[in-house]
């Protein structure tokens, strides 16, 4: 992109983002001190960070950044700088979409997966904020991902932060296998890119609460209750917003995924679903 270009996407994409916190702070904002307790809801793409995030936004005091697009598109930029240097891009980013939509008052909660690389950057940033990193099962994680079809060879288009789909290799793909990325199956793509997030968002543990998207679904109110404690919040309202989850979705492996399929995960991911508990020993998926 131009630099020209460039300049103008950024000036659009802080104003459409602040436009839609305008939307979700309406009736709600305070015009008083400023709010730095934020969230940072984080983890794979397609592990329920959107749904949280939404849920967590839509509490009396909090606000849903959304996925703010600036910052999106920054983080490949940002995750080899120094930890304060990120620290300094995530406050100016967020700070100018929360002050043009009139809603620093209120906790922000931010929600973008790529936020998971720059962690220790967003939490220096805020030093009252807490990261929530939603875990998910790596196969069904996959499943979606595949469905989606962002990391397949010749899918054309790109996301609001103007990163192009496709089997090229993203930020995260370390350097001496990224030409191997480009090479693997879509299973593999998949499974290669919920290991690495889920990896980065687990940097900061001592400011950052876990949630299984298996356990959301099966106890919503006592994920409420434990969220809202972590977070000082009004634990009733996170109840009623955690308890419109859809469960249909969990394990959903079990039937969408192909012995080929199931294969090429556990050979990239197999170790990390193994310490998280989703598999016994990488040897079971094959």
Partial sequence: MGGVKQAVWRVAATGVAAGRVALRARGT????????????VVGSPRSGTTFVGGALGSQPGFVDLGEVPLLKAAVPRLVQRPVEEQARAIRRILQAVRN????????GVEQNPETSFVLPGALRAYPSAKAVHMIRDGRDVACSLIERGWLRPGREGADDANQAYGAHARFWVEPERREEFARASEATRAAWAWRQYVTAARR???????????SLTADPAGEAERVAQALDADPG???EAFGRVHAGSVARWRTDLTPEQLADIGAEAGDLLAELGYVDAPATLH
Avoid: K, S
């Fill in 29 to 40: 904002r305070f015009l008083g001190r400023r709010e730095r307790r934020l969230v940072f």
């Fill in 100 to 107: 043009l939509a009139l809603a620093h008052g209120l906790r």
């Fill in 204 to 214: 900061a543990p001592d400011r950052t609460i876990e949630i299984r998207y298996e």
């Fill in 237 to 239: 309202p996170l109840r």
